[in-house]
């Protein structure tokens, strides 16, 4: 087979066929900073910066997608809320913006347009689309309705909100259902591929199933089909297996899945019906050898790559800060020695004991 | 020791887990009827809790489910060994802290536990490592739990337990979050004495120290 681009290796992927080999998405968003020889901060405050750093990471570990990422904290931004930003990690969501619980009545959805932060993302975003054009897909990222209340009120009110008091429950997320749509739509219309819909309150190591149906899923469901592009529902490191097939009935494409389930099983439960991202451990991955990454890489090639429908990736949708570039250039490596259709050494690959 | 199970554990976990306030109530009073507080708090409520903490260990029970349950279980506990009850475990001198990160949840869902199981400690919220180590040695705490979520703050914890560690050996400290259940081999690389993987791991591992420190 013909070598492909990263964009038609990703289609081909997606559309449940085997391509020239798996693709790999290296979600490498702070390491930009690193290329770029500038402190976290400093790197997210140009949007060249963060294009450049992007593009020049692409070239540095080859991987199939350029990630529009900046960090999650971005959008409470647009909200009103602050950002601390860390030498060594993800930038973070400064105070609550919802502070009590009868904010709510009074909030109101802020308008993309007039949100610096964002206008500054969407401008990476054209940046890169300008460089790679339609060869190398653009992931960019919308946190879901239904998961930014940890950032706007703090997780522990969020909870108690979900149980104890639906109504404000139910404004919030029409509030917020407008701001995803309209946030994800415009990344799109700069040039991303794809939105990266986050959405780590779903996941089963949050809150069970029968809550998540009620909930997690209407509004993805309320949200999925008015964003006008392919999603990726990602569980940042969340468990999801006993909602895999709930979460494919919301219309999304491909789901995130997370290290703590068993891959295999992920990709029988898929089932065609949506394709998986992950499932590489981002924390382990810190002090892993090339030998680690390469067990690691093959271990998920083997369980969830025949037949396409999936992507190799972290498990939880940003590689840390920590993790240095050798490491990644030996998953590189490994995907490259694995990787390659037809899989046929997978017939004889066995799980480590 | 720890104490054996009443058979109450069993629908009093159940009613936890489906966020049942009303039964769950009616089985802790009906444990009331046949036990002192003190034992109802350690046969009833603590086995449930480590049921429920296990099973969010397993996958089989949510971080929302352990949350509620904790929060339920600390009031009505607080409701039958006030703070200042004799039968409380003020000892061994502990407290909870998160560092260098601003991820609340983790450490608020731990204090609940811990205090529903009968312990007092001090909550000392978010700090950084300067401040916790002041704090620590100035409280003379015997038992420090540290809760973090991010990989970063984790890896602060090991200058926090060297400092700590080279002021009072004796100290014990037992780390918790994110980074340490999916890094198995990090809290021996930060230097902690144990690492948790729920709520209700802290609670026995906390028990096993006192009963050591006797």
């Given at each position: 087979m013909s070598a492909m681009n990263s964009m038609q290796r990703t289609l081909t992927a997606l559309g449940q066929q085997e391509p020239d080999c798996v693709p790999l998405f290296l979600l490498t968003s702070l390491h930009g900073a690193k290329e770029l020889g500038l402190s976290i901060e400093q790197y997210f405050s140009r949007a060249e910066q963060v294009a450049d750093g992007q593009l020049r990471l692409l070239e540095k570990y080859r991987s199939d997608c350029l990630y529009a990422f900046y960090y999650a904290a971005i959008e409470t931004e647009a909200w009103g809320g602050t950002t601390l930003f860390l030498p060594d990690g993800p930038p973070l969501c400064g105070a609550p913006v919802i502070t009590r619980p009868e904010h709510i009545d009074t909030l109101r959805?802020?308008?993309?347009?007039?949100?610096?932060?964002?206008?500054?993302?969407?401008?990476?975003?054209?940046?890169?689309?300008?460089?790679?054009?339609?060869?190398?897909?653009?992931?960019?990222?919308?946190?879901?309705?239904?998961s930014l209340p940890v950032m706007q009120m703090g997780f522990d009110k969020y909870i108690e909100l979900i149980y104890q008091d639906r109504p404000r429950f139910e404004r919030l997320m029409a509030l917020n259902i407008e701001f995803t749509v309209a946030w994800a739509n415009a990344q799109l219309d700069a040039g991303a591929t794809a939105i990266c819909y986050f959405d780590p309150v779903s996941s089963t190591?949050?809150?069970?199933?029968?809550?998540?149906?009620?909930?997690?899923?209407?509004?993805?469901?309320?949200?999925?089909?008015?964003?006008?592009?392919?999603?990726?529902?990602?569980?940042?490191?969340?468990?999801?297996?006993?909602?895999?097939?709930?979460?494919?009935?919301?219309?999304?494409a491909v789901v995130g899945v997370s290290v703590l389930e068993d891959l295999a099983e992920l990709k029988a439960a898929a089932n065609k019906r949506v394709s998986l991202l992950g499932n590489l451990n981002g924390v382990e991955m810190r002090r892993w050898t090339a030998d680690d990454?390469?067990?690691?890489?093959?271990?998920a090639i083997a369980q969830a790559a025949a037949g396409g429908g999936f992507i190799l990736s972290d498990n939880h949708g940003e590689i840390p800060w920590q993790v240095p570039d050798d490491v990644l250039l030996a998953i590189r490596a490994a995907a490259d020695k694995?990787?390659?259709?037809?899989?046929?050494?997978?017939r004889d690959w066995k799980p480590p004991a | 020791m720890k104490k054996a199970a009443h058979p109450l554990a069993t629908p009093f976990r159940h009613a936890l887990e489906a966020l049942d306030?009303?039964?769950?109530?009616?089985?802790?009073?009906n444990a009331l009827e046949q036990l002192s507080p003190l034992q109802a708090v350690e046969q009833v409520v603590v086995p449930a809790l480590e049921a429920v903490g296990a099973a969010w260990h397993d996958g089989n029970v949510a971080l929302s489910q352990v949350y509620m349950s904790g929060r339920f279980c600390e009031e009505i506990v607080d409701r039958v060994l006030?703070?200042?009850?004799?039968?409380?475990?003020?000892?061994?001198?502990?407290?909870?802290v998160v560092l260098s990160d601003y991820h609340l949840l983790g450490k608020r869902i731990v204090y609940s536990v811990m205090r529903a199981s009968g312990f007092e400690l001090f909550d000392y919220g978010r700090m950084d490592v300067d401040e916790l180590v002041e704090r620590v040695l100035a409280d003379r705490i015997r038992v420090l739990l540290i809760s973090v979520l991010i990989l970063p703050s984790a890896l602060k914890v090991k200058e926090a337990c060297?400092?700590?560690?080279?002021?009072?050996p004796a100290l014990k400290?037992?780390?918790g979050g994110a980074p340490f259940l999916f890094d198995p081999q990090l809290w021996q690389e930060v230097g902690a004495d144990a690492t948790g993987a729920s709520a209700a791991d802290a609670v026995a591992i906390v028990e096993r120290w006192m009963g050591e420190m006797q």
């Open positions: 959805t802020p308008s993309v347009a007039d949100a610096e932060p964002l206008q500054r993302v969407l401008e990476s975003i054209r940046q890169m689309k300008a460089r790679v054009g339609d060869t190398v897909p653009i992931i960019a990222v919308a946190v879901a309705p239904f190591t949050n809150i069970p199933r029968e809550l998540y149906l009620q909930t997690g899923q209407e509004v993805a469901k309320r949200t999925l089909p008015r964003i006008k592009g392919p999603t990726a529902t990602h569980m940042a490191s969340g468990r999801c297996l006993p909602i895999l097939a709930d979460i494919a009935a919301t219309g999304t990454a390469e067990r690691a890489v093959k271990q694995w990787g390659r259709y037809p899989l046929d050494w997978v | 306030r009303v039964t769950a109530e009616a089985v802790f009073a006030p703070p200042s009850d004799p039968d409380r475990k003020h000892q061994p001198r502990s407290a909870i060297r400092r700590l560690k080279t002021a009072d400290i037992l780390v």
